[in-house]
């Protein structure tokens, strides 16, 4: 049919194919084809065709009616190809970064932000404050503010004496219910057994923290035929804007050790 037709657009809408087949053959058969070699491929074929079809007669004499229809036909076909090539890249590129975003920002077994998501709050939050904005990463000005340490009581027998397996439940319920109960916190898992709770609401009562305490306390833990007491310690610093942010986590930290080595389970303000 010679050049007429535009069999051009065929051999464009080729190339999301060729891309796809690539992908096809590394997921079934586990050995990737180079990407190069498949569009090397594709490149001579098209030239070795185009130079032989702009040389030579058309093989049949076909009426202008049945090539129109054919660069139609060729220009949907090619165009829905590339549509949609795009629109399944544009969506696993898309998912595919979100899903890295969330890994970069969450703990994978309590599922709540981890130690780099609360730090870049903390920073975001000393920010706002001095240049007076609001609202941004669900904060809002410090006033009333405060942080929290909370450490599960003798969490290294949990695991000594049960197994790990039983610790990991232990710190998944833990975590379920600090979220719940501190609703109005921003809450991620800070170490091992401990939890950092962020006030994210100004003027925000402490006493939450001893109504998560009691809840705590009071809660069975069942892990497999075992049921267990958990309790925990936690110690609360109020904001302070001539503290940096790693005094302020200190001072959490002092008031938990404190109320460690003076009963546990405790909430220490």
Known sequence: MGVRPE?????????????????????VLKTELPFVTLIDVHVVSYTAVYIYARFHVPIYEVPQSAIDIHIIFNSIATFSIMIMFVYFFHNIAISSE????????????????NRHYLLSVLDLMRVENAEGIEDTLSTECTEGRWIALLDIDDFKKVNDTYGHNCGDYILHEIALLVKDTCKGCTVCRWGEEEFIILSTQKNYSTEILETLRKKIADEKFRFEST???????????????????????????????????????QVVV
Not at 229 to 256: C, F, H, M
């Open 7 to 27: 069999f051009q657009l065929y051999a464009v809408g080729m190339l999301p194919c060729i891309s796809y087949f690539g992908y096809l053959h590394k997921r």
């Open 98 to 113: 979100e899903k890295l975003e969330r890994m970069a920002l969450l703990d994978n077994l309590t599922g709540l932000y």
């Open 227 to 265: 049921e267990l007491r958990i309790t925990v310690t936690v110690g609360v610093s109020l904001y302070d804007e001539n503290l940096t942010n790693d005094v302020w986590i200190s001072k959490a930290d002092e008031k938990l050790y404190f109320g460690k080595n003076n009963g546990k389970n």
